[in-house]
């Protein structure tokens, strides 16, 4: 399906569109290597066709994943696909849903009195913050301008924007590989991940519960409660240990 698991257990998250498939086909792009490019560029076709679901009629990313700080980085992507000529979208959807994730994040306060990205999703977000994030980690955002690689006179950025696929009609769309339901609907241009098992345990232990990956569903518009009760959660209780989904 496009998808790659982000390491142990077996997380499914950004990672997929601003690592994943943007090094490798990037750099078999830049290096002139077709056949490097005919491989991994059919792998970021695939996950682009899925992927275009997941971003709200407000531009909004799906907030869901570590590394969250990096905010429209998530566009990184869409403009590797239309870079490389490897994508399943048209040039107006593609540049919608680029212009829309940078657009929600900066009329929501993500750049400080300072014009400074902060360590946060909106505004300052201690919870969002990783071990390794640090003052400067925001600025992986910077990836969400790859499309200035394209030249003034690509189609990208000549045709007109087109509705974003939430936009168009409601949709339900499963995914077996990566364990996600996607559902959107564009009466209100929301878009929700029915969680499946994209979060797997260990068969011989128990991880520390990840409300950004270990939960019933994500969606465009709400994130999970970090502390106290856990939201959105099914679990079976042993004396004072809970078990995982």
Known sequence: DGWYTDGRPRAVDHYNGWAFHLYPALHAHLAGDERLLARHGARLEAHLRSFAHTF??????????????????SAAALWTG???GHTPLTPG???????????????????????????GWY??????????????????????????????????????????????ADTVLGLPAPGRLIQSTAADGL?????????DQPADEVLPDDPLYSRLAHSTATGPVFEGTADNHFALLDGDEASER
């Open 93 to 119: 959807t593609t540049r919608r849903l680029a212009s829309g994730a940078l657009r929600h994040f900066l009329d929501r306060g993500a750049v400080d009195e300072h014009g400074l990205l902060t360590l």
């Open 123 to 168: 505004g300052p977000c201690p919870p969002l913050v990783q071990s390794y994030s640090g003052p400067a980690s925001p600025y992986w955002a910077s990836k969400g301008f790859l499309g200035l690689l394209l030249p003034a006179d690509h189609p990208v950025w000549t045709d007109p924007e087109e509705p974003a696929p939430v936009e168009r």
């Open 82 to 84: 239309a870079l490389t």
């Open 191 to 199: 878009v929700r991940v029915h969680n499946h098992g994209s979060d």
């Open 56 to 73: 709200g009629g407000d531009g909004a990313p799906l907030h869901q994943g570590r590394s969250l700080i990096y905010r429209f980085a």
